[in-house]
């Protein structure tokens, strides 16, 4: 069988690919973190912890989940709406 994906409005917002991220710096409620790769968040979902790295797509699920997606994946997946 096959089956097609339901349109579902969703929230994102973009983790900047910015320098300069001070100490105790925060993006939607989650410390900003640097190692060697560059800035990134851990995001708690439900299937355990994901890193969001600088330029990823912070996504807010229906059920008010959120999850990282990377840009390529982000915009094949998603287009803007008028509100």
Known sequence: ???RKKPVVIEAEHFPDAHGWGD????MGYPVE???LGYFLIIPTLEGDHRANAGDWIITGVKGERY???PDIFTATYEAIDE
Request: proline share 8%; glycine share 8%.
């Open 1 to 3: 069988m096959k089956f």
């Open 24 to 27: 105790g710096a925060m993006f």
């Open 34 to 36: 640097k190692d060697e």
């Open 68 to 70: 990282p997606c990377k």
